[in-house]
């Protein structure tokens, strides 16, 4: 079975930093571009970070400057750096995966992407 599965959500204070992992079973990322998106109640899902097959990173503009996404193939496993967080970036962080051939990283269109994780909660305040 082919699964993306999120750790390392929680809860954190404005300012503070977590880092997510995206880890996959099933099938090998290495040629896959996986983007992180994000959605909070009540509002629609948006993209976040992209990382595609050759590296290269693609951020939202909410998140430049502040986000740094990485892969490590050897694990087979993505990681989403969060710092300086806000209360805005509040949501439940979901990460997704497709054929780098098949996908624009940076255009976060989520209908591009084929295989979905189940989501970590990201809590900001104080």
């Known amino acids: 079975q082919l699964q993306l599965v999120e750790s390392g959500g929680g809860s954190v204070q404005p300012g503070g930093s977590l880092r997510l992992s995206c880890a996959a079973s099933?099938?090998?990322?290495?040629?896959?571009?996986i983007a992180w998106f994000r959605q909070a109640p009540g509002k629609e899902r948006e993209g976040v970070s992209c990382?595609?097959?050759?590296?290269?990173?693609y951020y939202a503009d909410s998140v430049k400057g502040r986000f740094t996404i990485s892969r490590d193939n050897a694990k087979n496993t993505v990681y989403l750096q969060m710092n300086s967080l806000r209360p805005e970036d509040t949501a439940v962080y979901y990460c997704?995966?497709?054929?780098?051939?098949?996908?624009?990283?940076?255009?976060?269109?989520?209908?591009?992407?084929?295989?979905w994780g189940q989501g970590t909660q990201v809590t900001v305040s104080s």
């Open positions: 997704a995966a497709y054929s780098d051939l098949l996908v624009q990283c940076g255009a976060f269109r989520a209908t591009e992407f084929g295989y």
């Open positions: 099933g099938f090998t990322l290495d040629y896959y571009a």
């Open positions: 990382i595609s097959s050759r590296e290269w990173g």
